[in-house]
């Protein structure tokens, strides 16, 4: 007779791109290991590999490609927090007395932040609006890639958020149309359009948190923390 297989709960979760609710289960300790073995080469690139593949396997009704990158940070947090625990404990350096400073971080208090203002839609004459979408953890991946200099680099971030282009009686999705075709896109729109894919970029929601501490001058310090790598110390 085998061992018997261990039922994990279900749980929810608000997905925070969509606003929907979503199901998870614990990661297992097969996938803690792919966390830790991830934390342990000190690659962030792996690191987002790993996170990828461990909230893959812990989501029940959404695909992980169906995601955006800031939900991927969020969603690993809040399966760590059900599965090992939902406070770390961390130390760091004070940057004006260089002391070290203990930490504690509630998971439950991180939340994702959206910037003032930020929009998907971007109104490009009387008849058409362009609906923006999120890149997807692939697309992020891709970007993270590109050299920074690359000029390339720029472009494939505003073609990434392409979602579709619709008026009152038709609808054009950019994933149904080639590359060439969209190149003649964006090679035809104004610059107020390329300002408005800029900003949904900058004021795209980040996972981001604020620990308030005293140092040992009595001075108030403020510890910001964004992004998947700085929540996992």
Known sequence: MG???IELPIREMILPSTGKSIKYRPFTVKEEKILLVAQESDDGMQEIIAARQV???CLLDIDVDQIAMFDLEYI???IRSV?????????INDPDTEEAVELTLDLNDVEVIKGDNHTNKIQINDEYTLFLKYPSIDEYIKIQEL???DPL???FVMTSCLERIASEDEVHWFKDYSEKDIDNFMDGVSSDVVAGIQKFFETMPIMRHEMKYTNKEGKEQ???MEGMKTFFM
Do not use: G
Not at 84 to 90: K, S
């Open 3 to 5: 061992l018997p297989k």
């Open 55 to 57: 909230v893959n396997n």
């Open 76 to 78: 690993i947090l809040m």
């Open 83 to 91: 599965s090992v625990d939902n406070q770390i404990e961390f130390n």
């Open 147 to 149: 050299a920074p200099n």
């Open 153 to 155: 680099a720029s472009y």
């Open 222 to 224: 403020t510890f910001v």
